[in-house]
């Protein structure tokens, strides 16, 4: 269980984290935002929260592939007797 010692441990690793899926997010949101304007354009009752969603659940999937990826590494690490 997380208590505030192992928090504040693993703070650097947490904050390195958070840095990486920001990073992986951003681009999705940035485009979206893009999109959504050209769609105004175009139409003019363009649904900006169903754009929002979208850019949310592909920036979330993509950072769940991240961890996943992660975990999968570093599971194939542990197996063969390397600590990552």
Not at 9 to 23: K, N, P, R
Not at 37 to 59: C, D, E, N
């Amino acid at each position: 269980m997380a208590d505030l010692n192992f928090l504040l441990s693993e703070a650097f690793f947490i904050l390195l984290f958070a840095i990486v899926l920001t990073v992986m997010v951003f681009p999705f949101v940035f485009v979206m935002s893009f999109i959504y304007s050209s769609l105004v354009q175009k139409y003019k009752k363009t649904p900006r929260i169903f754009l929002m969603i979208l850019a949310t659940f592909i920036g979330c999937l993509a950072a769940a592939m991240f961890i996943e990826l992660y975990l999968g590494v570093s599971q194939i690490l542990f197996l063969l007797g390397k600590t990552p």
